[in-house]
Each structure stands twice: as C-alpha cells, then as structure tokens.
C-alpha cells in the first residue's frame, strides 16, 4: 500500500465552515507536502511541512505534523465554493528520491 | 510563461502503437517526474530523474522509457500501449529532490 493516506476520502460541507483533512503514513520521512488538485487540472503546493516541526499555516490553511503518531492534518478554516478540489499529501519514505501521494481526500464545499 | 508544460493535452490512439509525450520546464530545476493518475485519482510515481541519474519505480514496466534530452525536458515514451494504460499522466519538477513539486497541467491518454 502507499505510504500516505488520506482520511476521509469524501468530505462535503457548507461555505464558512472547516474543512478538517487527515493524512497517515508508515514510515519515517523528512518532511510531507499537501497539495491541492482542480478538476481536470495538475496538483498545485499548499504547504511543506518538515519532520522537526509541528505546524504551520499559509492564510487559511494550518498543517500540524505529528511523528509519534505519524500523521499530518490540513485544515481549511471558513472554507468557500472555490476550495473544492482534491487535496493530496506526498511523503518522502524516509529520504527516499520517490514521493509518495495518497488517494487524496475530495473536497466539496456547498455555497 | 507556464512554468510545466506538456504536450499533448489529449492522446486517444490505438492498442499496440507507440507513444511519446513531452514535458518542458523553466523553472532551472534539477529534478524531474512522471506520475500516472488513474480513475480512481491514485497518483503514481513512475519515474524520477536527477542530474542524470534516474531512479525508476520498480513497478512500472519497461515498455515505459523516460528520456531527458537535456535538464529542462523529461520526455516519456511508451511502447505497445495497453488498454491500462489510459490515464493522466503528470510531469512535475522540484529544485532538489524531497522539495516542492511543480505540476504540468496533464496528458490525458485513452488507449482504445
């Protein structure tokens, strides 16, 4: 199986509210990535977070990292229409050159 | 200027025949990706390349051959294609390897 894996695989909620998205992994890495993918579209960066930190945020979005239970979380604070899209996280598999993406988590968000 | 360029968008051929498709960079990056994306949106690394060095998803058959002219294109060619391969297929780059990732809008294949 990939390393990452995100949970849930659906999430569909109202405009304002937050998105909250888990990823999961098996191995030690050095650093993990969301990314956010449109329909029909290539994955575009969120945010990179590295294995000796803790959280980080970029506008709307907070990523906290967590190695002891080794799992990441992206949330979308007061999410809106456009933030529809799939979001990815990619891992590293311990230094390795081949990133890993999960089967993403589809996000919906209603107006 | 498009950062990851690939061409074509669409590629509807027939079983059997032979394939190419083109990515291109400006970015100056060192480290170059394929990944294959199917139905189910699951994205797969087949191939990434590094200053030369080429690192291979062992998974990936060897009908499939990436080819870099030069650091700024990562070519991916592929031989008797098969109904499973129909996909997106994805070029990416980062600076170094383990960094951010810089996607290409896709190559939708369909092999009938």
């Known amino acids: 199986s990939q390393q990452g894996e995100e949970d849930p695989q659906a999430l569909s909620i109202q405009e304002g509210e937050n998105a909250t998205m888990n990823c999961s992994y098996k191995?030690?890495?050095?650093?993990l990535q969301w990314y956010r993918q449109n329909s029909g579209r290539g994955l575009v960066h969120l945010i990179l977070i590295r294995s000796n930190e803790r959280e980080k945020h970029s506008g709307r979005l907070r990523v906290t990292l967590d190695t002891s239970k080794k799992s990441s979380s992206l949330l979308i604070t007061a999410s809106r229409a456009a933030d529809t899209a799939s979001y990815f996280c990619?891992?590293?598999?311990?230094?390795?050159?081949?990133?890993?993406f999960g089967r993403g988590t589809s996000l919906i968000v209603h107006p | 200027d498009t950062a990851v360029s690939q061409t074509p968008k669409y590629l509807v051929t027939q079983m059997g025949n032979d394939k190419s498709i083109k990515c291109e960079q400006n970015l100056g990056h060192d480290t170059m990706y394929w990944y294959k994306q199917d139905s189910k949106k699951f994205l797969k690394i087949m191939f990434s390349y590094n200053n030369k060095e080429l690192i291979i998803n062992e998974t990936v058959p060897n009908r499939f051959s990436p080819k870099s002219p030069d650091k700024a294109h990562l070519n991916l060619h592929i031989n008797s294609l098969e109904l499973g391969d129909s996909a997106v297929y994805f070029c990416a780059s980062s600076q170094r390897a383990q960094e951010t990732q810089y996607f290409g809008p896709g190559t939708r294949l369909l092999v009938l």
């Open positions: 191995t030690s890495i050095n650093n």
């Open positions: 990619a891992t590293d598999a311990g230094g390795s050159y081949i990133p890993t």
